[in-house]
């Protein structure tokens, strides 16, 4: 285990999202460790709830301090050394121990549970809306039970096998029974998306470009590959097609022909109302004036023609 790549990613609680590095002479951790400790915003926490720290040639451990409760993926231990992938528990706050060089866990894309981090255990674990003792409770209503499970073959190849869900579980938009993941891989369940990274910073980076994508970007159903001249670029992927911040999208077009279209069918409309209007009240002056004023239609002479 390299100490300089191996840290913490806080998975739930008020500091969600947070990296936590590890100094080579270890810290305490908790509510109020001190200058050089961990601090975590958790009221439940002791001020030192545990302590992290490194032992030569045996990797990261953690020790409980005064007592105090600290669960190892689910088990309360007094001391215990971590592996990557271990899950943390501690009052509300949750850490997972993750290893910059190794894709071994997931974040949640898209779903209720945005922004997540979900571990897996060297044993593997069960994702689903209610799972086995051990497992990741995935809160989407469209989930099942027990969706799918995630392990490890051959060391470090993470696997995933469908639990016969009745929303199958797809990777890469494919149904899948058994695959082996890889980096980027997006697993899709029910209306949950979640994502293979390596660590958290490349999960948070992607976050921020999918979202600026769906800002910039549109998709129209239906349309084919195009080339736009003036180097704008559309790509289109499953019958969609994107375009480019910088140009007038599809959407901006549309709302601009709905709006000259309707000025046009309002000005058509008026100038027919005023026609048929002057109309109406010429024909009714000429009409209680006697026959005599209605107006003389003339013909034009037809030019005659000889064979």
């Known amino acids: 285990?390299?100490?300089?790549?191996?840290?913490?990613?806080?998975?739930?609680?008020?500091?969600?999202?947070?990296?936590?590095?590890?100094?080579?002479?270890?810290?305490?951790?908790?509510?109020?460790?001190?200058?050089?400790?961990?601090?975590?915003?958790?009221?439940?926490?002791?001020?030192?709830?545990?302590?992290?720290?490194?032992?030569?040639?045996?990797?990261?451990?953690?020790?409980?301090?005064?007592?105090?409760?600290?669960?190892?993926?689910?088990?309360?231990?007094?001391?215990?050394?971590?592996?990557?992938?271990?899950?943390?528990?501690?009052?509300?706050?949750?850490?997972?121990?993750?290893?910059?060089?190794?894709?071994?866990?997931?974040?949640?894309?898209?779903?209720?549970?945005?922004?997540?981090?979900?571990?897996?255990?060297?044993?593997?674990?069960?994702?689903?809306?209610?799972?086995?003792?051990?497992?990741?409770?995935?809160?989407?209503?469209?989930?099942?039970?027990?969706?799918?499970?995630?392990?490890?073959?051959?060391?470090?190849?993470?696997?995933i096998e469908d639990l016969g869900a009745a929303n199958q579980t797809l990777v890469n938009h494919t149904p899948v029974t058994m695959r082996r993941l890889n980096l980027n891989d997006h697993i899709l369940l029910g209306s949950t998306d979640l994502m293979v990274v390596d660590d958290g910073s490349k999960a948070k980076h992607s976050r921020v470009e999918r979202i600026a994508a769906r800002v910039n970007e549109e998709e129209v159903p239906g349309y084919e590959e195009e080339t736009v001249p003036e180097g704008t670029t559309r790509r289109a992927r499953a019958g969609t097609i994107r375009i480019k911040s910088g140009t007038i999208t599809n959407t901006e077009r549309r709302k601009r022909t709905d709006w000259t279209g309707l000025v046009i069918k309002v000005v058509l409309l008026l100038a027919l109302a005023y026609a048929g209007l002057k109309g109406y009240h010429y024909l009714k002056g000429a009409g209680s004036a006697g026959e005599d004023h209605l107006p003389e239609i003339v013909l034009p002479d037809l030019p005659e023609f000889h064979e």
């Open 1 to 159: 285990m390299n100490i300089d790549t191996i840290h913490l990613i806080v998975d739930k609680g008020l500091d969600s999202g947070r990296e936590i590095h590890i100094p080579p002479q270890g810290a305490g951790m908790g509510s109020a460790p001190g200058e050089d400790g961990i601090s975590l915003h958790d009221a439940g926490l002791s001020p030192v709830q545990c302590r992290l720290f490194f032992r030569e040639g045996d990797g990261l451990w953690l020790e409980c301090v005064d007592g105090a409760s600290v669960a190892v993926n689910g088990q309360l231990v007094e001391r215990a050394r971590l592996y990557i992938n271990d899950h943390i528990e501690m009052a509300s706050t949750a850490l997972l121990v993750v290893n910059d060089e190794r894709p071994v866990h997931l974040v949640i894309e898209n779903g209720p549970q945005r922004g997540r981090h979900i571990g897996v255990p060297p044993g593997g674990i069960e994702l689903g809306r209610v799972p086995d003792a051990d497992g990741v409770v995935i809160n989407d209503p469209t989930v099942s039970r027990s969706q799918c499970r995630l392990y490890f073959r051959s060391g470090n190849e993470l696997w």
